[in-house]
T-cell receptor
Framework: DAGVTQSPTHLIKTRGQQVTLRCSPK?????VSWYQQALGQGPQFIFQ???????QRGNFPDRFSGHQFPNYSSELNVNALLLGDSALYLC?????????????FGPGTRLTVT | EDKVVQSPLSLVVHEGDTVTLNCSYE??????LLWYKQEKKAPTFLFML????IEKKSGRLSSILDKKELFSILNITATQTGDSAVYLC????????????????FGQGTILTVHP
């Protein structure tokens, strides 16, 4: 049973550039959430996708956008990168209709902005 | 704004010690409290607590929720070096229709270091 997978594992970008991170949910899951975890902090909710639509959004600027594909996989796009965007980006999947089900996290993508 | 606070922020113990990690929350329409262990990257699920006063146990780990006082504790008995990690708690709100719309609000984590 494949768990949540993310790519790439590490990424180095320059300020002002754009980046795309990818996530494949756990088999059988239909909902994908993205989190940003700065060093020494807990993860912060960016947004959640279900049925290819953004359903909930945290306090992140419009530079952060996403997409969900028909196979439930998802992308996180960040434009005009800032130094403060350096963080571990975590993807979590769940089954929407199973309210008692926990979210499963992927290994994350470590983004460094220089 | 939803808020989750964990204490202590860090803890150093020796193998065999018992530790208690604390998590307090202020969440609109609270549904459940989740505990995760994060060793390197991916947080791994430990417990989900929805009802007050019912202890959940898994081996040497146990957790309980107090919905009146808005806090939860995670206990680890007979600690081992493999318990060294960041322990995160997160609160999940209740959503319309009973669905599991995600928006987990995490605390900043407790860094546990267990020395041999």
């Amino acid at each position: 049973d494949a768990g949540v997978t993310q790519s790439p594992t590490h990424l180095i970008k320059t300020r002002g550039q754009q980046v795309t991170l990818r996530c494949s949910p756990k088999s059988g899951h239909d909902t994908v959430s993205w989190y940003q975890q700065a060093l020494g902090q807990g993860p912060q909710f960016i947004f959640q996708y279900y049925e290819e639509e953004e359903r909930q959004r945290g306090n992140f600027p419009d530079r952060f956008s996403g997409h969900q594909f028909p196979n439930y996989s998802s992308e996180l796009n960040v434009n005009a990168l800032l130094l403060g965007d350096s963080a571990l980006y975590l993807c979590a999947s769940s089954l929407l209709r199973d309210a008692g089900n926990e979210q499963y996290f992927g290994p994350g993508t470590r983004l460094t902005v220089t | 704004e939803d808020k989750v606070v964990q204490s202590p922020l860090s803890l150093v113990v020796h193998e065999g010690d018992t530790v208690t990690l604390n998590c307090s929350y202020e969440v609109t329409n609270f549904r459940s409290l989740l505990w995760y262990k994060q060793e390197k990257k991916a947080p791994t699920f430990l417990f989900m607590l929805t009802s007050s006063g019912i202890e959940k146990k898994s081996g040497r780990l146990s957790s309980i929720l107090d919905k009146k006082e808005l806090f939860s504790i995670l206990n680890i008995t007979a600690t081992q070096t493999g318990d060294s990690a960041v322990y995160l708690c997160a609160a999940r709100p209740r959503n319309a229709g009973g669905t599991s719309y995600g928006k987990l609000t995490f605390g900043q984590g407790t860094i546990l270091t267990v020395h041999p």
